[in-house]
């Protein structure tokens, strides 16, 4: 049986729970998250416990187990606290600016990138090298996150980039004179 899956979560104050028509919503002070339940599991409500029960033994429904309490666990923490993700720009001119939901980054290139921050993150600064990327989602906050740094990751000789606030970016010797 699988170790995340069997584990009951507890459902926080101020955030409720429904399932209907194979469809979990949940509902807190950050917002609303809805959840497609995979028809291998069943979720069952005792009090304020949520509990994800397998009901087959195939392959299909133990994979189901673990990634659909995962899921329901990480929406539960969206709508209660939110999720951030910080990113740091490290370069000489490099800095991003945002308008509205269009973030203008600066890191290089002969040009500036421009990028729309979806529906449901919002992107904040503290300074012009500082970013903040959050919202209820985890999944997409993730993803906004991986897609700013992609526009120009650290390189490994002068560590210059969109980094995340907690990555160790590995430097690398450049060339010496024999």
């Given at each position: 049986m699988s170790r995340i899956g069997k584990q009951p979560i507890t459902l926080p104050a101020g955030v409720t729970y429904t399932e209907t028509?194979?469809?979990?919503?949940?509902?807190?002070?950050?917002?609303?998250?809805?959840?497609?339940?995979?028809?291998?599991?069943?979720?069952?409500?005792?009090?304020?416990?949520?509990?994800?029960?397998?009901k087959g033994d195939d392959k299909q429904s133990r994979s189901d187990h673990g990634t659909t309490r995962a899921l329901l666990n990480n929406m539960l923490v969206g709508v209660k606290d939110g999720y951030t993700r910080?990113?740091?720009?490290?370069?000489?001119?490099?800095?991003?600016?945002?308008?509205?939901?269009?973030?203008?980054?600066?890191?290089?290139?002969?040009?500036?990138?421009?990028?729309?921050?979806?529906?449901?993150?919002?992107?904040t600064m503290t300074d012009s090298t500082q970013l903040r990327v959050g919202g209820i989602d985890k999944q997409l906050v993730g993803q906004v996150s991986a897609r700013i740094r992609s526009f120009r990751?650290?390189?490994?000789?002068?560590g210059k980039g969109i980094r995340y606030k907690d990555e160790r970016v590995r430097r690398k010797a450049g060339k010496t004179v024999a």
């Open positions: 028509d194979g469809m979990a919503t949940v509902k807190g002070p950050q917002g609303e998250l809805m959840l497609k339940i995979p028809v291998t599991v069943a979720i069952s409500v005792e009090g304020s416990t949520l509990t994800v029960v397998r910080d990113l740091e720009i490290q370069g000489v001119g490099y800095r991003a600016s945002i308008v509205g939901n269009q973030l203008t980054l600066n890191v290089g290139y002969s040009h500036p990138v421009n990028y729309t921050v979806p529906d449901g993150v919002t992107v990751p650290p390189e490994p000789y002068k």
